[in-house]
T-cell receptor
Framework: DTEVTQTPKHLVMGMTNKKSLKCEQH?????MYWYKQKAKKPPELMFV???????INESVPSRFSPECPNSSLLNLHLHALQPEDSALYLC??????????????FGEGSRLTVL | DAKTTQPPSMDCAEGRAANLPCNHS???????VYWYRQIHSQGPQYIIH???NNETNEMASLIITEDRKSSTLILPHATLRDTAVYYC???????????FGQGTRLTINP
């Protein structure tokens, strides 16, 4: 199983809503990522979890709250978002052993629209 | 991570080889060259990576110059399904941080 599964595929929310994006992988990877991608732009790194601990936060606003409940799951909790937060949110995972290639496996993304 | 420079767009005829260049003149000795691509509305997909020797897999070939300041990704027989944005990234193998540049939008024409 080389898949990273993201749900939901599409999400529409108001600025006062609280919602969550979910990501799951069963490859035994110990690093998991959130990226944000606006139209016609490259993906921007948001967060990295390593061994279920937050290791990189790219100065992301606190209205985005990541959570890694276990080594297979990664959530992104959304609260009080702005319309400019509308984007494709990509999850990825990577094996952390030094002998591996360092390849990231990406999900298909969750497309978020904030009204 | 060293910065990369890629042409913003390229065209290639179906069935021909697509050669995508990347400049990385500030690459460090322990940094690898990685290539990913992103087909419209999908997540990025790993293609290939290398340190200094040329590499080939079932998807593509990677040619790295001797001074390692530039590289070329070669898709030997491009198909319409190869239309995508191709990203060249330099990074230490296995480093957690992976940052995308602007990439090259490759269009394969029938």
């Amino acid at each position: 199983d080389t898949e990273v599964t993201q749900t939901p595929k599409h999400l529409v929310m108001g600025m006062t809503n609280k919602k969550s994006l979910k990501c799951e992988q069963h490859m035994g990877h110990r690093a998991m990522y959130w990226y944000k991608q606006k139209a016609k732009k490259p993906p921007e790194l948001m967060f990295v979890y390593s061994y279920e601990k937050l290791s990189i936060n790219e100065s992301v606003p606190s209205r985005f709250s990541p959570e890694c409940p276990n080594s297979s799951l990664l959530n992104l909790h959304l609260h009080a978002l702005q319309p400019e937060d509308s984007a494709l949110y990509l999850c990825a995972s990577m094996e952390l052993l030094k002998t591996t290639s360092g390849e990231l496996f990406f999900g298909e993304g969750s497309r978020l629209t904030v009204l | 991570d060293a910065k990369t420079t890629q042409p913003p767009s390229m065209d290639c005829a179906e069935g021909r080889a697509a050669n995508l260049p990347c400049n990385h003149s500030t690459i460090s000795g322990n940094e690898y060259v990685y290539w990913y691509r992103q087909i419209h509305s999908q997540g990025p997909q790993y293609i290939i990576h290398g340190l200094k020797n040329n590499e080939t897999n079932e998807m593509a070939s990677l040619i790295i110059t001797e001074d390692r300041k530039s590289s070329t990704l070669i898709l030997p027989h491009a198909t319409l399904r190869d239309t995508a944005v191709y990203y060249c990234i330099v990074r230490v193998q296995g480093a957690q941080k992976l940052v995308f540049g602007q990439g090259t939008r490759l269009t394969i024409n029938p």
